[in-house]
């Protein structure tokens, strides 16, 4: 019995060690961090840490892009369909901290532009 007892305590400890090690749900917005107005391009990022799993709620990236290109006189937008990650921070030798971008085209044409 007392072996059992043991051997259940370990697994316990190491499944509270794995789903530590797993990470964390997050949810991230993605924020305006540059773009173009005479090239239509929006570029939207999020921050995340090392054990951060993000959450990204794309919709609500799209729309703040759609937002910044009608504010530069074009219809819409929409996602280039792809993403960057890069390293943000290090620390003990790693990476800790990670930027991601995602890059939105302005479409519809800039009715400023054309005046």
């Known amino acids: ?61 799209l729309q703040s892009a759609i937002q910044r290109c009608q504010s530069w006189g074009y219809a819409g937008a929409e996602a280039f369909g792809g993403q ?5 921070g290090y620390g003990g030798g790693n990476c800790n901290s990670w930027l991601v971008t995602v890059e939105f085209q302005c479409t519809g044409g800039n009715k400023v532009a054309a005046h």
Not at 13 to 22: C, E, G, P
Not at 29 to 35: C, D, H, P, R, S
Request: hydrophobic share 45%.
């Open 1 to 61: 019995m007392r072996d059992l007892m043991k051997v259940m305590a370990r697994f316990a400890a190491l499944a509270a060690i794995f789903l530590t090690l797993q990470g964390c749900a997050v949810q991230k917005q993605l924020v305006a961090t540059g773009g173009s107005r005479a090239d239509g391009t929006v570029k939207m990022s999020y921050e995340f840490g090392m054990f951060e799993k993000p959450v990204i709620n794309v919709q609500q990236g």
């Open 84 to 88: 960057t990650k890069q390293c943000n």
